[in-house]
C-alpha cells in the first residue's frame, strides 16, 4: 500500500479552506490525510469541521502560554508525533518564528487572499479594494521568516468590480483559494515542483 501523504492543518478561524481539503480529499482530486488540524483558538469553526471529520483537533489557546516560544514549543512536539509531509497554513493567522520554519525547512506552505507581494498581512482583501486596484486574487506560497514573503507555488486572479465590497470580493477570492491550495499540495505531493531562490517551477 503507498504511503499517504499526510498533512497537517493550522487554522484561525471559519475554516473553509480545511473543509475544502476535506471535501477534494473525498472527490478524490486531493491524495492526501489530513492527520491532525491544530488551531491557535478554541473558538474557531475550523476545530468544529475537523471534529465532525474524524481528525484529530488540538486548540491551543495561545493566551495560554506565556510566549510564542512555549506556544511553539507545544506546537511543535504535536505536530512531530503526527510527523506531516507538510503543514498547511489554512486561515491561520499567526507570524511563525524561524525557529519553528527551520524545524520543516521547505514544508510549511500559507493561503493569502491576494497576489503577493501586493497587499501581504492582514484584511489584504479590504487593501486591495482601498488601492483601487483592478485584479486581485489568492497566493499559495511557501512560509519563510518574513510576513507572506516566501517563494510562490501558484496564484489565480479575480476582476475587482466596481459595486464590490470588502466582502463580496473576499467571497469570490475565498472561492480561488479553495481550488489553489489543493493544486498546490498535489504538485508538491507529486514532487513537481523545483524551488530556485525565489522561483518555483514546475517540472514537466
Ligand atoms: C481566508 O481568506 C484566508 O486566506 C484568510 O482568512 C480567510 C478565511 O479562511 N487567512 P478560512 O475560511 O478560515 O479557511
Same mark, same amino acid.
Given at each position: 500500500?503507498? &504511503? &499517504?501523504?499526510?498533512?497537517?492543518?493550522?487554522?484561525?478561524?471559519?475554516?473553509?479552506?480545511? !473543509?475544502? #481539503?476535506?471535501? =477534494?480529499?473525498?472527490?478524490?482530486?486531493?491524495?492526501?490525510?489530513?492527520?491532525?488540524? $491544530?488551531?491557535?483558538?478554541? &473558538? /474557531?469553526?475550523?476545530?468544529?469541521?475537523? +471534529?465532525? =471529520?474524524?481528525?484529530?483537533?488540538?486548540?491551543?489557546?495561545?493566551?495560554?502560554?506565556?510566549?510564542?516560544?512555549?506556544?511553539?514549543?507545544?506546537?511543535?512536539?504535536? +505536530?512531530?508525533? %503526527?510527523?506531516?509531509?507538510?503543514?498547511?497554513?489554512?486561515?491561520?493567522?499567526?507570524?511563525?518564528?524561524?525557529?519553528?520554519?527551520?524545524?520543516?525547512?521547505?514544508?510549511?506552505? =500559507?493561503?493569502?487572499?491576494? #497576489?503577493?507581494?501586493?497587499?501581504?498581512? $492582514?484584511?489584504?482583501?479590504? !487593501? /486591495?479594494?482601498? %488601492?483601487?486596484? &483592478?485584479?486581485?486574487?489568492?497566493?499559495?506560497?511557501?512560509?519563510?521568516?518574513?510576513?507572506?514573503?516566501?517563494?510562490?507555488?501558484? !496564484? @489565480?486572479?479575480?476582476?475587482?468590480?466596481?459595486?464590490?465590497?470588502?466582502?463580496?470580493?473576499?467571497?469570490?477570492?475565498?472561492?480561488?483559494?479553495?481550488?489553489? +491550495?489543493?493544486? /498546490?499540495?498535489? #504538485?508538491?505531493? @507529486?514532487?513537481?515542483?523545483?524551488?530556485?531562490?525565489? !522561483?518555483?517551477? %514546475?517540472?514537466?
Amino acid at each position: 500500500m503507498r &504511503k &499517504k501523504f499526510k498533512l497537517a492543518v493550522l487554522v484561525s478561524g471559519q475554516g473553509s479552506n480545511l !473543509q475544502a #481539503l476535506i471535501d =477534494n480529499i473525498k472527490l478524490g482530486k486531493l491524495k492526501t490525510r489530513i492527520e491532525v488540524v $491544530l488551531s491557535d483558538n478554541f &473558538k /474557531a469553526n475550523a476545530i468544529n469541521i475537523a +471534529l465532525e =471529520n474524524n481528525i484529530p483537533a488540538v486548540s491551543l489557546e495561545r493566551s495560554g502560554f506565556s510566549s510564542r516560544k512555549e506556544f511553539e514549543g507545544k506546537m511543535l512536539k504535536i +505536530l512531530e508525533g %503526527y510527523t506531516p509531509d507538510l503543514i498547511v497554513l489554512a486561515g491561520f493567522m499567526r507570524v511563525l518564528s524561524k525557529n519553528f520554519i527551520k524545524t520543516f525547512p521547505r514544508k510549511i506552505i =500559507n493561503i493569502h487572499p491576494a #497576489l503577493l507581494p501586493a497587499f501581504p498581512g $492582514l484584511d489584504s482583501q479590504n !487593501q /486591495a479594494l482601498e %488601492y483601487g486596484v &483592478k485584479i486581485s486574487g489568492a497566493t499559495v506560497h511557501f512560509v519563510d521568516e518574513g510576513v507572506d514573503t516566501g517563494p510562490i507555488i501558484i !496564484q @489565480k486572479a479575480v476582476r475587482v468590480k466596481d459595486n464590490d465590497s470588502r466582502d463580496s470580493l473576499a467571497a469570490r477570492i475565498l472561492k480561488l483559494e479553495h481550488k489553489i +491550495l489543493t493544486e /498546490a499540495i498535489e #504538485l508538491i505531493r @507529486k514532487e513537481k515542483i523545483i524551488i530556485t531562490g525565489r !522561483q518555483v517551477k %514546475y517540472k514537466k
